[in-house]
């Protein structure tokens, strides 16, 4: 039996590091920092010293959310340490 795979286009799972950035409320030297600590790997890297990177969409977004979830936390530690 043959399974058909679902290629989604790169343009849907991949983001450039300007849009990267853009949800990821940085500067683009953050997120050149984060790749090198690791904190987010690249999906795909141009060729070249200055090749440009494409992220994967879910990483960027796991990290938006983990962004958020923080911020919450420490927002609801500000309210329950100012009681």
């Given at each position: ?62 990290i938006?959310?983990e ?17």
């Amino acid at each position: 039996m043959h399974h058909a795979v679902r290629m989604e286009p790169i343009e849907e799972t991949t983001l450039t590091s300007a849009t990267a950035c853009s949800m990821l409320g940085i500067d683009r030297s953050t997120l050149t920092r984060w790749v090198q600590d690791g904190r987010i790997t690249p999906a795909f890297k141009y060729p070249g010293s200055n090749g440009a990177y494409l992220f994967d969409r879910a990483d960027v977004e796991r990290i938006v959310a983990e962004r958020e979830d923080a911020i919450r936390l420490v927002g609801a530690a500000r309210v329950v340490g100012a009681r």
